[in-house]
Nanobody, 125 residues
């Protein structure tokens, strides 16, 4: 089992920045990729970004490309999501997820095995 705990959410004005953290514990050696997803009220959970645990390669949703940066600190078993130039449409609960598989796009929720509890991000206009 892998446990994931997110932190860093909050309320920010449009154009501002936030950094989310996701600390992993447990059988972290089984993780191949970490991802961030978000879910706004009344909408499905959507992919935001992912990073491979070993190589550090990254993929971003088009809606956040150029504004968000995902990174990881292997020594701390922690993944970060730096969010800049935030927009009201970025308002959502943000979830961290871990995937055991080392193949596939890992852009969908079904490809992830472990999830954090979520952290609220609210961007005011």
């Amino acid at each position: 089992q892998v446990q994931l705990v997110e932190s860093g959410g909050g309320l920010v004005q449009a154009g501002g920045s936030l950094r989310l953290s996701c600390a992993a514990s447990g059988r972290t050696f089984s993780m191949n990729a970490m991802g961030w997803f978000r879910q706004a009220p009344g909408k499905e959970r959507e992919f935001v970004a992912r990073i491979s645990w070993s190589a550090g390669s990254t993929v971003y949703a088009d809606s956040v490309k150029g504004r968000f940066t995902i990174s990881r600190d292997n020594a701390k078993n922690t993944v970060y999501l730096q969010m800049n130039s935030l927009k009201p449409e970025d308002t959502a609960v943000y979830y961290c997820a871990a995937a055991r598989r080392g193949y596939g796009s890992r852009l969908t929720t079904t490809e992830y095995d472990y999830w954090g509890q979520g952290t609220q991000v609210t961007v005011s206009s």
